[in-house]
């Protein structure tokens, strides 16, 4: 397994990763619209990609405060290669690479039955509420927000959180 990096993902590479499936992501019944991601890191398994996750940078205001993130996102295995540890394999590559952009803090969104991967990398959830850019305005989070630190000692701020642009 040979871990890949390069910037967004073309189409054939989406196509290796989702396969078949008709909604990869679980979005039925979601209307928000999310970003593409600038920076992807991928585990590669004799060329093919089997699991991958996108990096990207974003503007947050929460409590006043206005910093800017490292934005999770888009993180993915295909579906034959699950139940395998890569998805934790994936994000701690890209968590590694996340340290290296600038911002204090790495975010995510992702349902909430997914957020026990996460939490033991250290991911907390935003409790406060959560307002997205959309491109006609704003609107709540579909999808619960967690945050980690990426510099020692960095604390989330409380109070409501507003994300400039959209979501990752």
């Known amino acids: 397994m040979e871990v890949v990096e390069f910037g967004e993902l073309t189409e054939r590479q989406r196509g290796d990763l989702e396969g078949d499936e008709a909604d990869p992501f679980d979005t039925t019944g979601i209307t928000i619209r999310y ?4 920076r992807h890191v991928a585990l590669s398994d004799d060329g093919v990609l089997v699991a991958s996750a996108g990096l990207t940078t974003a503007t947050v205001v929460a ?7 490292v934005g999770l996102g888009g993180v993915i295995v295909r579906a034959d290669r699950r139940g395998q ?6 994000v701690e590559e890209a968590l590694t ?7 204090a803090f790495v975010a995510l969104f992702c349902h909430e039955d997914r957020a026990t991967l996460y ?12 307002q997205v850019e959309q491109p006609d305005g704003f609107a709540p989070a ?9 510099e ?4 989330w701020p409380e109070g409501a959180v507003t994300l400039h642009g959209l979501p990752f």
Do not use: C, H, N, Y
């Not at 970003?35 to 600038?38: D, L, N």
């Open 85 to 90: 540890g890569l998805a934790r394999r994936v």
């Open 142 to 150: 579909a999808q619960m927000m967690m945050w980690r630190a990426l």
């Open 152 to 155: 020692a000692g960095a604390s």
């Open 35 to 38: 970003r593409g991601k600038e």
């Open 119 to 130: 939490e033991k990398l250290g991911f907390r959830e935003v409790r406060s509420p959560v």
């Open 97 to 103: 690479r996340a340290a290296t952009i600038g911002p």
């Open 63 to 69: 409590d006043g405060a206005t910093f800017e993130v």
